[in-house]
């Protein structure tokens, strides 16, 4: 089966991207540490087998080739709209193209385990499977993954909240999907968030931070 894992990126712009970080720590500072986080999650995203990694990034359209050739990432354009058109065009993309199983990812938690994406992309081979879900300790979700477009989950959900999972599951449970739901992660928005993945990675000093 044909898989695919969208990761949704911002160009990193000062003043642009983890608004809510730069409050705490200055707008050059959250840009250069959006920068790393990307980095970290694309190279962790380059490490799955027999998928696809394909960057949809929220930028003007002349920056779209010089991201590509920067990052050397297969690159695309994410449409006008809230979170919630943005992702259903890009899934749909992927559909339209042959892709039989499709995952996204943001670029904003660059220690998000390998193993929680290899596990949806396997959950989803299971026909008992509709909807993967990553849940995020904020309450929305780090991850989304399907084998089909359910317009429902991308309309009338409060997007950047603390109810996305709840309404999330509520509109896949009214469409009567199966969910599956990995373990719960952190991403990082907030300097609380950014100083309790420090903390993480201080208790796991094999890992490197690139």
Same mark, same amino acid.
């Given at each position: &089966?044909?898989?695919?894992?969208?990761?949704?990126?911002?160009?990193?712009?000062? $003043?642009k991207v983890k608004t809510r970080l730069a409050?705490?720590?200055?707008?050059?500072?959250?840009?250069?540490?959006?920068?790393? &986080?990307?980095r970290d999650t694309l190279k962790t995203a380059r490490q799955l087998?027999?998928?696809?990694?394909?960057?949809?990034?929220?930028?003007?359209?002349?920056?779209?080739?010089?991201l590509a050739e920067k990052y050397q990432c297969s690159s695309r354009n994410q449409c006008? $709209?809230?979170? %919630?058109?943005? &992702?259903q065009v890009a899934f749909e993309e &992927?559909?339209?193209? %042959?892709? $039989?199983?499709?995952?996204?990812? %943001?670029?904003?938690?660059?220690?998000?385990p390998l193993t929680y994406i290899q596990d949806a992309c396997q959950l989803l081979v299971s026909p008992q499977v509709d909807?993967?879900? $990553?849940?995020?300790?904020? %309450?929305?979700?780090?991850?989304?993954g399907m084998r089909q477009v359910w317009p429902q989950l991308?309309?009338?959900?409060?997007?950047s909240s603390d109810e996305v999972l709840e309404q999330s599951l509520a509109?896949?449970?009214?469409?009567?999907?199966?969910v599956a739901l990995l373990p719960k992660w952190q991403d990082i928005d907030t300097f609380e968030d950014l100083q309790a993945f420090q903390e993480r990675t201080r208790l796991m000093p094999s890992r490197e931070i690139t």
């Open positions: &089966m044909k898989a695919r894992l969208i990761l949704f990126a911002r160009e990193p712009i000062p $003043g409050s705490a720590i200055g707008n050059q500072a959250a840009s250069e540490l959006y920068e790393t &986080m990307f087998t027999n998928v696809e990694v394909i960057v949809f990034w929220a930028c003007d359209e002349e920056s779209l080739p010089l006008e $709209g809230d979170l %919630g058109r943005r &992702m &992927m559909f339209a193209e %042959g892709c $039989g199983a499709c995952c996204i990812i %943001g670029s904003d938690a660059p220690d998000l909807i993967v879900f $990553g849940p995020s300790i904020d %309450g929305g979700y780090y991850l989304l991308f309309t009338n959900i409060s997007w509109a896949a449970n009214l469409a009567g999907l199966a």
